[in-house]
């Protein structure tokens, strides 16, 4: 029974749900008693039940999400509830739905989706006054449709529009039915408690077994496993208990496995995937769905993970060729429930997603059938081709593969056009059209994309066990197929499609003139890929040529070589940069690898790099130094390969006097880019490219990967390249206080015979040891010296470069950790919280002695709460400022900490002073009033610098600086055309930035212009914004939304506001992400209200500009995120950025720290001179008449605390030149052997001991251990 615990792929597959953003949302939905699903799906698109009477059907994009209108198109065909619907396996677009006004309709979907509601089917059926209960299409013949009524199955041909069977032989009403996977018989469950297998085609009564179900009349379902012997039916036993029953139809009477589950009362929907054995119960009424996996031993069913959500009303599964498999999704479920349409997809996790995992994905049932309804009917059996899931293989890689073909009239005429050729009906099924098996003669739209394409699978052939050969490819005549072809074509098709069918044609005359003369195909394959020719003399299948992903910057590669090239011997080549640097983002996963060809593996992709000096290493720069690298002609060399290739005769890069390549800067860089674009050897192109466009794991030619081995590993070769040009401006300070040196004397020196023999002098001293040995051994066997070739220069830079820099720039606040305060320390017991405050108010401000909440109900109530005396606050009243007027937003006084600013939606500030010791009661009387407008007011922001002075944005859309000494009215700014979401003031204090709900970034000068003296694109969503300045007012970070509702974080250059530098997406969520910025650290904290995460970010001054920091997620969700100044930071544990955070009912202090190994030194690394941000640096007059004066520095320095610095610069002595021979020393060879003698000895007489200082220490005693 050892099987039992092998392990299977599917075991861990979880469920992952959406946010509500990325559902349908806001649909009408009832309760259904009817025995169908309530909604179903293709690769195209998903239709439910619409409203509680069910008569309407609504369709919408299967990745359609967001908000629906009541009004929104639906199909109005039934006059009562639709109890049914499915729609065509082999066409996307091709709906049948049942109701109970004893009918059963047609609908075709038309190819951009519903734009308006339709009322005329293509098809009816009649079932005779009787309530139709389930409807289906044929799984293997195509245009052959199924229904149940009552107790009759009826078959339809939709090419005829007439039934073509009906039987009446089960005795009540037929609950389900399924389909075996092969086509030759149907499964159904009947309210008299019996199961049966049916064969419509059977001689005498087509009921050919019967066997006695789950013992009560209430609904059940079947469903057949696949193409295996078994078949699966739930319901409810005698004591209504659901059940779960798997039979074998060779032994049908006896259950092969029953599972007893609860005794809820909604049936169970079973949604089995063939491929997978993955089985998906989702119970009506329930708000969980079951995983569980078959397998065809004991215990036959084994659950997994179960999802808990929404009350369902239905589910259906997707398509194989609509999952994302790239991201390991092997199945997705559509929930319906009573307002949402739920994409549940299950993902097997895996440690990477960069690749396609082929054990996933078994080949998947295709969408092209030969077989049509009156061939199944007359007894032919012809199983649907298999195709392959792997992107590789298909023409658009992992998009969604969309086959629409018309409506029925055009699928009518398709089939006349066969038959006319004589290749379908009236004929026996020849061995060319059994091989037929490929599906690109189908005309497939991309999702995404309108025009018409082909999508072939090259290994059907093999899975079907049937080849070609030319004998039997050429059947037909030639000329009369292709004339007859033409004929039909220009009797069905509009004028659209033959203007496309005779392009394609032309198009394909030029490329390969013998493919027309061997189609075969019917009028589909000829409107879709121009007679393509699936059985040439050769008898060889060319397989599409793959199109690689687009990156997350949307770059493509370039076009493939001529089609008259073997798909073999095609070149791939370097993939260019299409977008401006600026258009990049980075990517916050793992990326996807795409290839076109089949030799990749995972040893290639993900080769660790050979340390720079083993021996491995050092071998193949001797062997490969040799090697001539000279690109392919007409393909541009590769990017990597050309940064080290450095001729004799190019430009020597800048060596320091140690040897070492010096790093360069990123203008220097950027010089040599700009100097070398000239030149046919690029280093970079001009907008250097990002560490995620060089590691795309695109292919390179033969001569790109001869750079030091035959087969380059690419990952390797890319980290090091990244490397070498990634190094910051400036030089990083070693991390350990005391950098470590290796002393001289154990050190080889090179002698100088070999130093001539060396072109190029390497300092040993910054190279370890087995790297320094293997040097000397290297110079010193066979008499092959090191060259001076790029091969060195990488070597010298790798081994004195972090290699942690291949994943962008290395940051001290890389692993930031946030920390919350002690339980003590927190203010709990909060109650009645607002909810009311609108988004343009952060909700929440916090200063270095009090905070400030506001409270729900009239008045518009804010209490302040003393940090001095944290704990639970007493039961009753909490004592409040009251304002008498809803309040729009609050703010404290940044230079004095009991004065708060309050603005009303009656146009009024209200200036507070809080006594110290703070409230005692309510209070309605405030220290000062400011009627700023005569509407509401937005925000308002007090002056970073300059004391007593008030910033107001109203909902007139201008923005007024008010002097608080005076309540008097400065300035006033104009020029908003819409809401204006956020104001920041600029560090310097004389320039402000305000994002606006018209999508755009506007900069002021105040005391200069009421107009914008620039202005840019901000973002595009209409749901709020916030704004900063990084950087010392350099550069403008931004929030908010794109057009999908996503957050996102855009930086700007602040003297270009054209176009965002970068953005970075987060995610979906409703709620504004509100930006803190601390300078000192150039660290960006981010988070809304409702979130439970705080998101921080490194904005720097070169790409990505934005870099991504160790999150930090809180235990709960917050209600506002307050900082303090950086006064009150404690510097002596590391602690760069304090914050207040209000849950639901505390307030706790939250602490961010840096890990630092010697922190009882202060880390002037991470704490420079900070500006005076808590007292004010000018006054209202003074700035008013811009008499500006920059705030001045201060040092965090405790008393008595060393510095970091000072510690470092003890050993970080210059090196003396004379003391190593390479540097012009005169130390004769006899010193040098003598000194290395003296250290030998020495070491051969120091004792030393292997013994550790545990093994003397006595062990527990066992009677202990039993205690």
Same mark, same amino acid.
């Given at each position: 029974?050892?099987?039992?615990?092998?392990?299977?792929?599917?075991?861990?597959?979880?469920?992952?749900?959406?946010?509500?953003?990325?559902?349908?949302?806001?649909?009408?939905?009832?309760?259904?008693?009817?025995?169908?699903?309530?909604?179903?799906?293709?690769?195209?698109?998903?239709?439910?039940?619409?409203?509680?009477?069910?008569?309407?059907?609504?369709?919408?994009?299967?990745?359609?999400?967001?908000?629906?209108?009541?009004?929104?198109?639906?199909?109005?065909?039934?006059?009562?509830?639709?109890?049914?619907?499915?729609?065509?396996?082999?066409?996307?677009?091709?709906?049948?739905?049942?109701?109970?006004?004893?009918?059963?309709?047609?609908?075709?979907?038309?190819?951009?989706?519903?734009?308006?509601?339709?009322?005329?089917?293509?098809?009816?059926?009649?079932?005779?006054?009787?309530?139709?209960?389930?409807?289906?299409?044929?799984?293997?013949?195509?245009?052959?449709?199924?229904?149940?009524?009552?107790?009759?199955?009826?078959?339809?041909?939709?090419?005829?529009?007439?039934?073509?069977?009906?039987?009446?032989?089960?005795?009540?009403?037929?609950?389900?039915?399924?389909?075996?996977?092969?086509?030759?018989?149907?499964?159904?469950?009947?309210?008299?408690?019996?199961?049966?297998?049916?064969?419509?085609?059977?001689?005498?009564?087509?009921?050919?077994?019967?066997?006695?179900?789950?013992?009560?009349?209430?609904?059940?379902?079947?469903?057949?496993?696949?193409?295996?012997?078994?078949?699966?039916?739930?319901?409810?036993?005698?004591?209504?208990?659901?059940?779960?029953?798997?039979?074998?139809?060779?032994?049908?009477?006896?259950?092969?496995?029953?599972?007893?589950?609860?005794?809820?009362?909604?049936?169970?929907?079973?949604?089995?995937?063939?491929?997978?054995?993955?089985?998906?119960?989702?119970?009506?009424?329930?708000?969980?769905?079951?995983?569980?996996?078959?397998?065809?031993?004991?215990?036959?069913?084994?659950?997994?993970?179960?999802?808990?959500?929404?009350?369902?009303?239905?589910?259906?599964?997707?398509?194989?060729?609509?999952?994302?498999?790239?991201?390991?999704?092997?199945?997705?479920?559509?929930?319906?429930?009573?307002?949402?349409?739920?994409?549940?997809?299950?993902?097997?996790?895996?440690?990477?997603?960069?690749?396609?995992?082929?054990?996933?994905?078994?080949?998947?049932?295709?969408?092209?059938?030969?077989?049509?309804?009156?061939?199944?009917?007359?007894?032919?059996?012809?199983?649907?081709?298999?195709?392959?899931?792997?992107?590789?293989?298909?023409?658009?890689?992992?998009?969604?593969?969309?086959?629409?073909?018309?409506?029925?009239?055009?699928?009518?005429?398709?089939?006349?056009?066969?038959?006319?050729?004589?290749?379908?009906?009236?004929?026996?099924?020849?061995?060319?059209?059994?091989?037929?098996?490929?599906?690109?003669?189908?005309?497939?739209?991309?999702?995404?994309?309108?025009?018409?394409?082909?999508?072939?699978?090259?290994?059907?052939?093999?899975?079907?066990?049937?080849?070609?050969?030319?004998?039997?490819?050429?059947?037909?005549?030639?000329?009369?197929?292709?004339?007859?072809?033409?004929?039909?074509?220009?009797?069905?098709?509009?004028?659209?499609?033959?203007?496309?069918?005779?392009?394609?044609?032309?198009?394909?005359?030029?490329?390969?003139?013998?493919?027309?003369?061997?189609?075969?195909?019917?009028?589909?394959?000829?409107?879709?890929?121009?007679?393509?020719?699936?059985?040439?003399?050769?008898?060889?299948?060319?397989?599409?040529?793959?199109?690689?992903?687009?990156?997350?910057?949307?770059?493509?590669?370039?076009?493939?070589?001529?089609?008259?090239?073997?798909?073999?011997?095609?070149?791939?080549?370097?993939?260019?940069?299409?977008?401006?640097?600026?258009?990049?983002?980075?990517?916050?996963?793992?990326?996807?690898?795409?290839?076109?060809?089949?030799?990749?593996?995972?040893?290639?992709?993900?080769?660790?790099?050979?340390?720079?000096?083993?021996?491995?290493?050092?071998?193949?720069?001797?062997?490969?130094?040799?090697?001539?690298?000279?690109?392919?002609?007409?393909?541009?060399?590769?990017?990597?390969?050309?940064?080290?290739?450095?001729?004799?005769?190019?430009?020597?890069?800048?060596?320091?006097?140690?040897?070492?390549?010096?790093?360069?800067?990123?203008?220097?860089?950027?010089?040599?880019?700009?100097?070398?674009?000239?030149?046919?050897?690029?280093?970079?192109?001009?907008?250097?490219?990002?560490?995620?466009?060089?590691?795309?794991?695109?292919?390179?030619?033969?001569?790109?990967?001869?750079?030091?081995?035959?087969?380059?590993?690419?990952?390797?070769?890319?980290?090091?390249?990244?490397?070498?040009?990634?190094?910051?401006?400036?030089?990083?300070?070693?991390?350990?206080?005391?950098?470590?040196?290796?002393?001289?004397?154990?050190?080889?020196? +090179? %002698?100088? @015979?070999?130093?001539?023999?060396?072109?190029?002098?390497?300092? #040993? $001293? /910054?190279? *370890?040891?087995?790297? !320094? &040995?293997?040097?000397?051994?290297?110079?010193?066997?066979?008499?092959?010296? +090191? %060259?001076? @070739?790029?091969?060195?220069?990488?070597?010298?830079?790798?081994? #004195? $470069? /972090?290699? *942690?820099?291949?994943? !962008? &720039?290395?940051?001290?606040?890389?692993?930031?950790?946030?920390?919350?305060?002690? %339980?003590?320390?927190?203010?709990?017991?909060?109650?009645?919280?607002?909810?009311?405050?609108?988004?343009?108010?952060?909700?929440?401000?916090?200063?270095?002695?009090?905070?400030?909440?506001?409270?729900?109900?009239?008045?518009?109530?804010?209490?302040?709460?003393?940090?001095?005396?944290?704990?639970?606050?007493?039961?009753?009243?909490?004592?409040?400022?009251?304002?008498?007027?809803?309040?729009?937003?609050?703010?404290?006084?940044?230079?004095?900490?009991?004065?708060?600013?309050?603005?009303?939606?009656?146009?009024?500030?209200?200036?507070?002073?809080?006594?110290?010791?703070?409230?005692?009661?309510?209070?309605?009387?405030?220290?000062?009033?400011?009627?700023?407008?005569?509407?509401?007011?937005?925000?308002?922001?007090?002056?970073?610098?300059?004391?007593?002075?008030?910033?107001?944005?109203?909902?007139?859309?201008?923005?007024?600086?008010?002097?608080?000494?005076?309540?008097?009215?400065?300035?006033?700014?104009?020029?908003?055309?819409?809401?204006?979401?956020?104001?920041?003031?600029?560090?310097?204090?004389?320039?402000?930035?305000?994002?606006?709900?018209?999508?755009?970034?506007?900069?002021?000068?105040?005391?200069?212009?009421?107009?914008?003296?620039?202005?840019?694109?901000?973002?595009?969503?209409?749901?709020?914004?916030?704004?900063?300045?990084?950087?010392?007012?350099?550069?403008?970070?931004?929030?908010?939304?794109?057009?999908?509702?996503?957050?996102?974080?855009?930086?700007?250059?602040?003297?270009?506001?054209?176009?965002?530098?970068?953005?970075?997406?987060?995610?979906?969520?409703?709620?504004?992400?509100?930006?803190?910025?601390?300078?000192?650290?150039?660290?960006?904290?981010?988070?809304?209200?409702?979130?439970?995460?705080?998101?921080?970010?490194?904005?720097?001054?070169?790409?990505?500009?934005?870099?991504?920091?160790?999150?930090?997620?809180?235990?709960?969700?917050?209600?506002?995120?307050?900082?303090?100044?950086?006064?009150?930071?404690?510097?002596?544990?590391?602690?760069?950025?304090?914050?207040?955070?209000?849950?639901?009912?505390?307030?706790?202090?939250?602490?961010?720290?840096?890990?630092?190994?010697?922190?009882?030194?202060?880390?002037?690394?991470?704490?420079?001179?900070?500006?005076?941000?808590?007292?004010?640096?000018?006054?209202?007059?003074?700035?008013?008449?811009?008499?500006?004066?920059?705030?001045?520095?201060?040092?965090?320095?405790?008393?008595?605390?060393?510095?970091?610095?000072?510690?470092?610069?003890?050993?970080?002595?210059?090196?003396?030149?004379?003391?190593?021979?390479?540097?012009?020393?005169?130390?004769?060879?006899?010193?040098?052997?003598?000194?290395?003698?003296?250290?030998?000895?020495?070491?051969?007489?120091?004792?030393?001991?292997?013994?550790?200082?545990?093994?003397?220490?006595?062990?527990?005693?066992?009677?202990?251990?039993?205690?």
């Amino acid at each position: 029974m050892a099987w039992r615990f092998k392990a299977s792929k599917y075991k861990n597959a979880a469920p992952i749900v959406p946010k509500a953003e990325a559902c349908v949302r806001e649909i009408c939905v009832g309760s259904y008693q009817t025995y169908g699903n309530n909604i179903a799906a293709s690769g195209a698109f998903m239709a439910f039940n619409w409203e509680h009477t069910g008569s309407s059907v609504a369709v919408l994009p299967l990745d359609d999400c967001g908000r629906k209108s009541k009004t929104m198109p639906l199909l109005h065909g039934h006059t009562d509830t639709v109890t049914d619907l499915k729609f065509s396996p082999f066409h996307d677009g091709l709906l049948a739905t049942a109701s109970q006004d004893c009918l059963v309709k047609i609908w075709h979907i038309p190819e951009k989706g519903l734009e308006q509601s339709l009322s005329d089917p293509e098809a009816i059926f009649s079932h005779k006054q009787r309530r139709v209960e389930t409807v289906g299409f044929h799984p293997t013949a195509d245009g052959l449709m199924y229904s149940t009524a009552a107790g009759c199955v009826a078959l339809f041909d939709l090419s005829t529009q007439k039934e073509i069977f009906s039987n009446n032989e089960h005795p009540e009403v037929i609950q389900s039915a399924s389909w075996r996977e092969d086509g030759s018989v149907l499964a159904t469950s009947c309210k008299d408690k019996c199961v049966r297998i049916f064969d419509p085609r059977a001689a005498g009564s087509p009921i050919q077994l019967t066997a006695e179900s789950h013992q009560s009349i209430k609904d059940s379902r079947v469903v057949w496993l696949g193409n295996q012997q078994r078949i699966l039916t739930t319901g409810f036993d005698a004591a209504r208990l659901r059940q779960v029953i798997i039979r074998d139809v060779r032994n049908f009477n006896t259950p092969e496995k029953t599972l007893e589950l609860d005794c809820s009362t909604g049936i169970l929907m079973p949604l089995f995937d063939p491929d997978t054995n993955m089985l998906f119960l989702a119970g009506k009424g329930d708000t969980t769905i079951n995983y569980l996996e078959i397998t065809d031993k004991d215990p036959y069913l084994i659950e997994g993970l179960r999802h808990t959500g929404e009350q369902t009303k239905g589910a259906c599964l997707v398509p194989k060729r609509a999952l994302k498999v790239m991201e390991a999704e092997v199945n997705r479920v559509l929930q319906l429930t009573s307002n949402m349409v739920i994409p549940i997809m299950y993902q097997v996790p895996r440690k990477t997603y960069r690749d396609f995992h082929a054990d996933l994905y078994p080949e998947t049932t295709g969408y092209k059938t030969d077989l049509v309804a009156g061939e199944w009917l007359n007894g032919s059996n012809q199983a649907v081709p298999k195709m392959s899931l792997d992107p590789a293989k298909r023409e658009h890689g992992d998009e969604p593969i969309i086959i629409h073909r018309g409506n029925l009239s055009d699928f009518v005429k398709n089939l006349e056009n066969q038959r006319a050729k004589g290749i379908t009906t009236g004929k026996p099924i020849s061995n060319q059209q059994a091989k037929r098996n490929d599906n690109e003669h189908f005309v497939m739209l991309s999702k995404g994309n309108n025009f018409e394409e082909k999508n072939g699978n090259d290994n059907s052939n093999e899975s079907n066990g049937k080849k070609s050969t030319p004998s039997q490819s050429q059947s037909q005549p030639d000329g009369e197929c292709s004339e007859l072809i033409r004929k039909f074509e220009a009797k069905y098709k509009v004028d659209s499609e033959k203007e496309k069918a005779h392009a394609q044609s032309q198009e394909d005359d030029k490329e390969s003139p013998t493919e027309q003369e061997h189609s075969t195909g019917s009028s589909e394959e000829v409107s879709s890929s121009g007679g393509l020719d699936n059985h040439s003399a050769s008898g060889s299948h060319s397989p599409p040529k793959p199109m690689p992903r687009t990156s997350r910057n949307n770059s493509l590669p370039e076009a493939s070589d001529s089609a008259g090239e073997n798909s073999c011997t095609t070149t791939p080549r370097p993939r260019p940069r299409t977008t401006a640097a600026s258009a990049y983002k980075p990517r916050l996963g793992p990326k996807p690898f795409s290839s076109t060809t089949g030799d990749v593996s995972f040893d290639k992709v993900f080769a660790v790099p050979l340390a720079p000096g083993s021996h491995e290493n050092i071998s193949n720069v001797g062997q490969d130094s040799a090697v001539e690298m000279t690109p392919a002609q007409g393909v541009k060399p590769d990017l990597i390969v050309e940064i080290e290739i450095k001729k004799k005769h190019e430009r020597e890069p800048a060596v320091a006097g140690n040897g070492v390549q010096k790093s360069l800067t990123t203008s220097e860089r950027r010089k040599s880019s700009a100097d070398d674009d000239e030149s046919s050897d690029k280093i970079f192109e001009q907008n250097s490219e990002s560490s995620e466009t060089s590691m795309e794991g695109e292919d390179r030619t033969g001569a790109d990967l001869q750079r030091l081995s035959t087969s380059r590993s690419s990952f390797a070769e890319r980290r090091r390249i990244y490397e070498n040009r990634s190094k910051s401006q400036v030089d990083e300070k070693p991390q350990s206080p005391v950098p470590l040196r290796r002393e001289h004397s154990k050190v080889e020196p +090179l %002698k100088p @015979s070999q130093q001539q023999q060396q072109g190029n002098v390497i300092d #040993t $001293k /910054r190279i *370890s040891v087995p790297e !320094g &040995k293997l040097m000397e051994e290297h110079r010193r066997g066979n008499g092959a010296g +090191l %060259k001076k @070739s790029a091969t060195e220069a990488a070597f010298s830079a790798a081994s #004195t $470069k /972090r290699t *942690s820099t291949v994943f !962008g &720039k290395v940051s001290k606040f890389r692993h930031l950790k946030g920390t919350p305060g002690h %339980k003590s320390t927190h203010i709990e017991n909060l109650r009645n919280l607002s909810r009311q405050i609108p988004g343009e108010c952060n909700g929440f401000h916090a200063n270095q002695e009090r905070v400030a909440v506001p409270l729900s109900g009239p008045g518009g109530k804010i209490a302040i709460f003393e940090l001095s005396r944290p704990g639970r606050l007493p039961d009753g009243v909490i004592p409040s400022l009251v304002n008498g007027s809803n309040i729009m937003d609050f703010q404290w006084d940044p230079f004095d900490a009991q004065r708060l600013a309050v603005a009303c939606d009656d146009g009024i500030v209200k200036i507070w002073h809080i006594e110290t010791g703070g409230l005692s009661e309510p209070t309605n009387t405030p220290a000062g009033e400011l009627t700023a407008h005569l509407d509401k007011i937005y925000f308002i922001r007090f002056h970073p610098l300059a004391a007593d002075v008030l910033l107001t944005a109203s909902y007139d859309m201008t923005i007024k600086l008010w002097d608080l000494r005076t309540m008097s009215e400065k300035c006033s700014l104009s020029g908003h055309t819409d809401q204006i979401f956020d104001f920041a003031w600029s560090p310097c204090g004389r320039l402000g930035a305000t994002v606006c709900k018209d999508g755009k970034i506007r900069v002021y000068n105040p005391r200069k212009s009421e107009t914008p003296i620039r202005e840019g694109n901000g973002p595009v969503g209409t749901r709020g914004a916030r704004i900063t300045w990084a950087l010392e007012g350099h550069y403008i970070v931004c929030t908010g939304f794109d057009k999908v509702s996503e957050r996102q974080i855009s930086v700007y250059n602040a003297q270009k506001l054209s176009a965002p530098l970068n953005t970075a997406s987060l995610d979906v969520s409703p709620s504004i992400l509100i930006p803190f910025y601390d300078e000192d650290s150039s660290t960006l904290f981010v988070t809304g209200k409702g979130d439970s995460t705080i998101y921080c970010y490194e904005i720097t001054d070169e790409e990505p500009y934005i870099c991504p920091l160790s999150h930090h997620r809180c235990t709960s969700l917050h209600q506002g995120l307050s900082f303090l100044t950086k006064n009150h930071c404690d510097v002596a544990s590391v602690e760069f950025s304090k914050a207040y955070r209000l849950t639901n009912t505390t307030i706790e202090p939250l602490s961010f720290t840096v890990p630092r190994i010697k922190s009882e030194l202060f880390q002037d690394d991470l704490f420079p001179p900070t500006r005076i941000t808590w007292s004010a640096t000018l006054s209202a007059e003074d700035w008013f008449a811009s008499n500006d004066k920059a705030a001045p520095k201060v040092s965090l320095k405790p008393e008595g605390m060393e510095t970091l610095s000072s510690i470092q610069q003890v050993p970080a002595q210059p090196i003396k030149k004379p003391d190593h021979p390479q540097f012009g020393g005169q130390k004769s060879e006899y010193e040098i052997n003598k000194q290395q003698e003296i250290q030998k000895s020495v070491s051969a007489r120091m004792e030393f001991t292997t013994k550790l200082e545990q093994d003397d220490m006595e062990g527990v005693d066992e009677n202990e251990w039993q205690e």
